[in-house]
């Protein structure tokens, strides 16, 4: 099994991307063994702000459809999302823009576990809930989603870890109902 994790966000320090690793290793460790898991970094994907003028100029760029195949590729992805003024930080959106030119419906088929994580109390639910409630236009399978709020009290960094043992089992539960759903599709 394919799993494609990453952040939406392109902070080099980014919790999200934190969070969305470890979800990626419990994966990995505690529930399929044999799962293959890449982490891709937005950074690698970075771009000019779409444009029509833009892409009648010179086209889609080829990070947008290096990031398409690699969706393409998965049998699951799990994405992380920052929360920036209630939505999608720029980085994600400008990816997806771009990604959507190839084909509106990227994420189509793939089961897909939605995570989010703020410093505050709101855990990036404003994003996570307009992501989880607009990626199924997009053919994105959403078989659930995970809410981290107050980043660090409930996540070590040292260890990059869950502290909660709650949060912990909750984030192993809806990780394995997600490879559960991808094996029955299989
Ligand atoms: C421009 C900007 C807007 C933000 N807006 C929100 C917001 O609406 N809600 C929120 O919970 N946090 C907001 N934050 C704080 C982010 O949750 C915080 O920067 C977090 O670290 C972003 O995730 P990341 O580290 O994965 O990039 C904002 C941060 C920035 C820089």
Redesign the pocket.
Same mark, same amino acid.
């Given at each position: 099994m394919n799993i494609l994790s990453f952040?939406a !966000?392109n902070?080099r320090?980014?919790?999200?991307?934190q969070l969305v690793s470890h979800a990626s290793l419990m994966l990995a460790e505690q529930i399929d063994t044999e799962a293959r898991v890449e982490t891709i970094d937005l950074n690698d994907y970075e771009m000019p702000i779409y444009s029509v003028d833009r892409e009648n100029e010179t086209g889609i760029p080829a990070m947008a459809h290096r990031f398409f195949n690699k969706v393409r590729e998965a049998d699951l992805v799990l994405i992380s999302f920052?929360?920036?003024?209630?939505s999608y !930080?720029a980085a994600y959106k400008n990816l997806y823009d771009w990604a959507s030119r190839i084909d509106m419906r990227v994420y189509e088929g793939k089961p897909m576990l939605l995570l989010a994580?703020?410093?505050?109390p709101?855990g990036?639910r404003?994003v996570l809930k307009s992501a989880a409630e607009s990626l199924p236009h997009f053919g994105a399978d959403v078989r659930g989603t995970f809410s981290l709020e107050r980043f660090h009290d409930n996540f070590d960094h040292d260890e990059q870890r869950l502290v909660d043992p709650n949060l912990k089992a909750e984030l192993i539960q809806k990780l394995s109902e997600l490879t559960k759903s991808q094996q029955a599709a299989a």
């Open positions: 952040a !966000s902070s320090q980014s919790i999200n991307k920052a929360e920036h003024n209630g !930080s994580t703020s410093p505050g709101g990036a404003n």
